[in-house]
């Protein structure tokens, strides 16, 4: 009975019957279309290869957005490529690749995880004490980091030393899953067991819902926001770990335009801009269709502004299916200041 119940709950979320609909439709088409080759194996894991990434920062969107308060982390695809460069610098004048692989490989994900965590831990702090507002502090952290990483590298892309453990983690595969997508799903599962079951993300969603009664119930906004950002950063370290493993080299300008993808990715997934609502499935799903129509276009040989038109077209209509309530939150106003407005 419990069981049963908790699908009926799973499929009355409008956004997620819209996302898993559009999900089948296009592998239907897309198999169609390209002859059986979408869903070739090869094709299969370069797809779950690349996922992980615009996947990772998605989450980050996610997570700033629901605390609410106009919260958001543009910082995420500056502070991934900081993280790769700065442990791609560092790690070989401390380890040796070829006499140590495996201490060069725990070391550079530790020194990537690490940068990623103080830069979160930045964003946190200047938006919860100094009370700016999320979107100016992370533009402005953003550039910061974008701009060490060019000092670093005199705007040079540096190359990451091939060791095999390393190089596993974005080009590897384990039982012909890769390992990066294999990483992206353990952090959907830990975040979202954090966001449901734990008192962290209860008191996340109320602080995003109604600040003045997390207020009253005594949750610490302050300390929520800082871990909060914390975790934005974890993640967007993640993201360059990816990158820099994938690619065998970090650069400062890499994946320009991920962050307005992670962005569109947190939307179309059903997250609130005005805080207090996201699942993170929805998101995983959101971040599939884009993959699946990236990938598509990509063996019809269709120019990548169609696929920009067509993620477009996507966003307003799940916008559309979600109902009215959440393109209120987008704009900046809700029903209660429309009636107040008559």
Same mark, same amino acid.
């Given at each position: 009975?419990?069981s049963?119940?908790?699908?009926?709950?799973?499929f009355?979320?409008?956004?997620?019957?819209f996302?898993?609909?559009?999900?089948?439709?296009? +592998?239907?088409?897309?198999?169609a279309?390209?002859?059986?080759?979408?869903?070739?194996?090869?094709?299969?894991?370069?797809?779950?290869?690349q996922?992980?990434?615009? *996947?990772l920062?998605?989450?980050?969107?996610?997570?700033?957005?629901?605390?609410? @308060?106009?919260?958001?982390?543009?910082?995420?695809?500056?502070? %991934?490529?900081l993280s790769?460069m700065i442990?791609?610098?560092?790690?070989p004048?401390?380890?040796?690749?070829?006499a140590?692989?495996?201490?060069?490989? %725990?070391? &550079?994900? =530790?020194i990537?995880?690490a940068?990623?965590?103080?830069?979160g831990?930045l964003?946190?702090?200047v938006?919860?004490k100094?009370r700016?507002t999320?979107i100016?502090?992370?533009?402005?952290t953003?550039?910061?980091?974008?701009?060490?990483?060019?000092?670093?590298?005199? *705007?040079a892309?540096v190359?990451?030393? !091939?060791?095999?453990?390393?190089?596993?983690?974005? @080009?590897g595969?384990?039982?012909?899953?890769p390992?990066? &997508?294999?990483?992206f799903?353990a952090?959907? +599962?830990?975040?979202?067991?954090?966001l449901r079951?734990?008192?962290?993300?209860?008191?996340?969603y109320l602080?995003?819902?109604?600040?003045?009664a997390? &207020? !009253?119930?005594?949750?610490?906004r302050?300390r929520?926001?800082i871990v909060?950002y914390?975790?934005c950063g974890?993640?967007a370290?993640?993201?360059g770990?990816?990158s =820099?493993?994938?690619?065998?080299s970090a650069k400062w300008? !890499?994946g @320009?335009?991920?962050?307005?993808i992670?962005i569109?990715?947190?939307v179309?997934?059903g997250?609130?801009? %005005?805080?207090?609502?996201g699942?993170?499935?929805?998101v &995983?799903?959101a =971040?599939?269709?884009?993959?699946?129509l990236?990938?598509l276009?990509?063996?019809?040989?269709?120019?990548q502004?169609?696929?920009?038109?067509?993620w477009?077209f996507?966003?307003?209509?799940?916008l559309?299916?979600?109902?009215?309530?959440? +393109?209120?939150?987008i704009f900046g106003?809700?029903?209660?200041d429309?009636?107040a407005?008559r």
């Amino acid at each position: 009975m419990k069981s049963s119940f908790a699908i009926g709950k799973l499929f009355a979320d409008r956004q997620l019957n819209f996302l898993l609909a559009v999900n089948v439709l296009v +592998v239907l088409v897309a198999t169609a279309l390209s002859h059986g080759q979408f869903v070739d194996i090869d094709n299969l894991q370069s797809m779950g290869s690349q996922l992980p990434e615009l *996947g990772l920062l998605a989450l980050g969107i996610m997570l700033s957005m629901i605390s609410g @308060n106009g919260g958001i982390d543009l910082s995420g695809v500056g502070l %991934a490529n900081l993280s790769g460069m700065i442990a791609a610098l560092i790690v070989p004048k401390l380890v040796s690749a070829d006499a140590s692989p495996v201490a060069y490989t %725990a070391l &550079f994900c =530790a020194i990537v995880v690490a940068i990623g965590l103080l830069g979160g831990l930045l964003n946190g702090v200047v938006i919860a004490k100094l009370r700016l507002t999320p979107i100016l502090c992370t533009l402005g952290t953003q550039l910061l980091f974008t701009g060490i990483a060019v000092v670093l590298s005199n *705007g040079a892309s540096v190359p990451v030393e !091939y060791v095999d453990q390393l190089s596993d983690i974005g @080009n590897g595969t384990a039982f012909q899953v890769p390992i990066s &997508f294999i990483l992206f799903i353990a952090a959907i +599962v830990v975040l979202g067991w954090l966001l449901r079951r734990s008192p962290f993300g209860l008191r996340l969603y109320l602080m995003g819902t109604n600040p003045k009664a997390a &207020f !009253y119930a005594g949750i610490p906004r302050a300390r929520m926001l800082i871990v909060t950002y914390t975790m934005c950063g974890v993640l967007a370290s993640l993201a360059g770990l990816i990158s =820099a493993t994938h690619t065998s080299s970090a650069k400062w300008d !890499y994946g @320009n335009s991920y962050l307005l993808i992670s962005i569109l990715i947190a939307v179309m997934g059903g997250v609130n801009p %005005a805080g207090g609502r996201g699942r993170i499935i929805s998101v &995983f799903f959101a =971040a599939t269709v884009l993959q699946f129509l990236a990938s598509l276009f990509n063996l019809l040989g269709v120019s990548q502004f169609f696929g920009d038109c067509a993620w477009g077209f996507l966003l307003l209509l799940s916008l559309a299916f979600a109902g009215g309530e959440r +393109v209120s939150a987008i704009f900046g106003f809700t029903r209660s200041d429309s009636a107040a407005r008559r």
